[in-house]
């Protein structure tokens, strides 16, 4: 039998363990709140659309015969304009210690460099990569999809990046999305 001092210890390490948990619980609650609240990461969704791409490239093969050459050289082009906003985008995330965790509050709104050209950089960078990869690999699939992926996300991401930035930086996201467009 249990003594009535080791069930009281049990009793109040439940209670920390139950309090801690609870604590936990409201931060995640109000960093979803305070974030755009997008779940399933931008990059995760390129590749998930991209394998799918290859799965029905099985299932119902595309070819274009005589075109691998002009295929793989658009490919590399298209990852060459892929660099142009991503690299730029990256960088300025990261020396502005800003999250790229799309569950995370944003710590700062970036409206100069690359992003004075365009909103979503880092998106437009990774739809030109999945692109200029399909290309190169000739996942014809993928390029096929491409708009169904480009709706997804701007619905999914974008939209609900927009709405938090919004909340966010009030008038000061208003300003720079009257001056800057969403891709280009």
């Known amino acids: 039998m249990l003594s009535s001092i080791a069930l009281k210890h049990i009793t109040k390490s439940f209670a920390g363990v139950k309090k801690k948990v609870m604590e936990n619980t409201v931060a995640i609650k109000k960093t979803i709140k305070d974030s755009p609240g997008v779940l399933i990461p931008p990059p995760i969704i390129y590749v998930l659309f991209y394998f799918g791409g290859l799965k029905l490239n099985k299932l119902l093969p595309v070819k274009l015969s005589g075109w691998h050459g002009e295929s793989k050289l658009f490919g590399i082009l298209l990852i060459g304009l892929c660099l142009i906003f991503l690299l730029p985008s990256l960088w300025k995330f990261f020396r502005t210690r800003n999250t790229l965790i799309t ?59 927009e709405k938090y930035l919004t909340r966010a930086f009030s008038d000061e996201y208003l300003n720079y999305k009257v001056k800057v467009r969403r891709w280009l």
């Open 103 to 161: 569950i995370k509050p944003a710590s700062s709104l970036q409206t100069n460099g690359i992003y004075a050209w365009s909103r979503n950089p880092m998106y437009l960078g990774l739809l030109l990569l999945y692109a200029g990869i399909a290309f190169i690999n000739q996942n014809y699939w993928a390029v096929l999809i491409l708009p169904l992926v480009t709706l997804i996300i701007r619905e999914y991401v974008i939209l609900r990046e």
